[in-house]
């Protein structure tokens, strides 16, 4: 099963100086039954990027928890073994949990299929989404569409060779 790891730019040194991704259970987001119904496609590509998107709002999550972090959202991209990541059935159908599963198990890093991070140009927008959260969740409109122009900038794909470097610049 494809899942998509929220992190920031420090977690994901983190997770190279390590070599573990998540050590179980951590949160990431799938392909669920839940997400499937919102995103009312049967395309695997669409729902996949659904998926990725949805830990895209998780990484701001964690971005605006650390103010110190760079301003770029980071998702990894990983295979684990069905029946290794779950949906909580209390909350499946809740917006701000669709996509969201928990992983049981470790995971290596070596075990990420690709990475995607915010390109440089992308962190005014994101600093100002991250900021925006708070008064977007107490149902501001204005705040909503600054946290939805975060969305605005697509996620570069990286090769995981390329994670040195991506934590090197970060």
Do not use: C
Not at 24 to 43: H, I, K, N, Q
């Amino acid at each position: 099963m494809r899942v998509y790891v929220p992190l920031t730019l420090p977690a994901l040194a983190e997770a190279h100086r390590t070599g573990e991704l998540g050590s179980g259970p951590f949160v990431a987001y799938a392909v669920t039954p839940a997400l499937r119904e919102w995103y009312l496609s049967e395309d695997i590509e669409e729902l996949e990027y659904a998926a990725l998107g949805r830990a895209a709002l998780a990484s701001l999550r964690l971005l605006a928890a650390d103010p110190d972090a760079v301003r770029r959202r980071v998702v990894v991209a990983v295979d684990v073994p069905d029946g290794a990541a779950s949906v909580d059935p209390d909350r499946g159908l809740e917006p701000s949990a669709l996509g969201q599963v928990t992983v049981a198990v470790s995971v290596p890093l070596a075990k990420a299929a690709a990475v995607h991070v915010d390109a440089q140009d992308a962190e005014p927008d994101v600093a100002a989404a991250a900021r925006a959260l708070p008064a977007a969740d107490g149902g501001d409109d204005d705040a909503r569409f600054v946290v939805d122009g975060a969305d605005d900038h697509e996620l570069l794909w990286y090769a995981t060779q390329e994670i040195p470097n991506l934590v090197a610049r970060g």
